[in-house]
Nanobody, 120 residues
Framework: QVQLVESGGGLVQPGGSLRLSCAAS????????VGWYRQAPGKQRELVAT???????NYTDSVKGRFTISRDNAKNTVYLQMNSLKPEDTAVYYC??????????????WGQGTQVTVSS
């Protein structure tokens, strides 16, 4: 069984920063690609940033230059550093990871989400 747990969300003023964490636990052989998604009220879930097993990264245009995704393979954890936050960044943030539980099994897992609210 594999679990993904996000943490680090909260209330922050515009221009502030937060660092989200996505920690994987359980029967993990290896973690492949990981993505951070967000869903604002009344909107579809959108992909914010991705990181490959080789640490190549991609970002949606609206967060480029403000957000940084990184990973610590020793801790099975992926981070999303969010700087210069804007009210439009308010959403529930989810991580999704492609995880091998054996050399032959690759499955996608979602975390439960963490709320980020940017407001003065």
């Amino acid at each position: 069984q594999v679990q993904l747990v996000e943490s680090g969300g909260g209330l922050v003023q515009p221009g502030g920063s937060l660092r989200l964490s996505c920690a994987a636990s359980g029967s993990i052989f290896s973690i492949k690609n990981v993505g951070w998604y967000r869903q604002a009220p009344g909107k579809q879930r959108e992909l914010v940033a991705t990181i490959t097993s080789g640490s190549s990264t991609n970002y949606t245009d609206s967060v480029k230059g403000r957000f940084t995704i990184s990973r610590d393979n020793a801790k099975n954890t992926v981070y999303l550093q969010m700087n210069s936050l804007k009210p439009e960044d308010t959403a529930v943030y989810y991580c999704r990871a492609d995880i091998r539980t054996s050399p032959w099994t690759l499955l996608g897992y979602w975390g439960q989400g963490t709320q980020v609210t940017v407001s003065s």
